[in-house]
């Protein structure tokens, strides 16, 4: 999923400290699941910000509504009747939200809410961790099925580097050397041999360094 | 310049608390007027959202009130609480209103005076930080 976070909410009201009518907009997707932006948060910040319209005497309408998805067209149509309505839209989406509801509705003044940190998933209840850098092109199978890419501080190919030490990452110790895994894992299944080849150096041209990316399946072209 | 009357709203557990509560009334010790008492099963059951809502409707303060947590009927129910009410005064603060404002309480089930003192210390500390409104 796409991992979120809340941005602090004294930057919120920073943002739309000028409107008087607000939506704040949810997304049944990603963010729900990682627990930031689903029907769920949108009523925590909608309360937030009354509360805050209390405190400082502001006549707040605050509205809520969360939708399916923010990231296809279908869904952000349903926002037709409604985005008119108000001053300002918070969304709570990951960056992809607020962009779509901007494009369909150039008139609206729209901000989000979260910061977008990365593509992961839940190791435990209430922490997630990185998985995957989009690099366009994967290569875990290579690696025991660990992503050297998304998950080693320098992206390392042919990996341990010098700072791996007792299993750990020298940029901090809470950091796992994911090279230290992947040749622990290696061994385990008797494959270290794999990892003496030479992997040459990655084409990054998959990735974002490529510049902005789309992708076109004509078989669903309408 | 009326009198600030604080309204609170206190969320009290079906069990230890809800026991204090009835050792409170036995021994005739009340809590004072504008303390709202609302009953859950289980304080682990009062969601972020329970807690601010009060804030949003005019209350000027709220506090939890659930077992101690080796006595907890639900294991962890008190210890979800104060997450929950620990993300509220994250909340409060950034807001620029006291975190004070909210708190959270373990006692036991035979606790009946401390049960009545914590609505007293509670009125006390909001009549204290007065109204929030500041308009």
Known sequence: MIVAEQKPIRELVEMVKDFQKILVLGCKGCVTVCNVGGAKEVGVLASALRIWGRKTGRDLQVGEHTLERQCDPEYIEELGGIV???????????????????????????????????????????????????????????????????????????????????????????????????????????????????????????????????MIREELVK | MSEFKPRILAFYCANCASSAANVSESMSLGVPAGVKMVQVPCTGRIETLHLLKPFEEGADGVYVAGCQEDSCRYMSGILKAEKRVAQVKRILEELDIEPGRIEAFKLSAGKGFRFAEIASEMMKRVQELGPISGG
Not at chain 1, 97 to 125: C, D, I, L, W
Not at chain 1, 193 to 210: C, H, M, Q, V, Y
Request: charged share 20%; proline share 6%; with cysteine.
């Open chain 1, 84 to 214: 008119g309505e108000y001053d300002a839209v918070i969304s709570i989406a990951c960056g992809v939200g607020p962009q779509f509801v901007s494009e369909r509705y150039p008139t609206a003044r729209v901000f989000p809410g979260v910061n977008t940190k990365f593509m992961g998933g839940a190791v435990a209840h209430g922490i997630w961790s990185e998985r995957c850098a989009g690099c366009g092109q994967c290569v875990v199978h290579y690696f025991g099925g660990l992503c050297p890419i998304a998950r080693c501080s320098k992206s390392l190919m042919n990996g341990p580097c010098g700072g791996s030490a007792d299993g750990r990452c020298e940029i901090h110790k809470e950091v796992e050397c994911i090279w230290d895994t992947i040749v622990r894992k290696m061994t385990e299944q008797g494959r270290l041999n794999e990892l003496i080849e030479f992997k040459p150096p990655k084409s990054w041209t998959t990735a974002r360094d490529g510049g902005p990316r789309s």
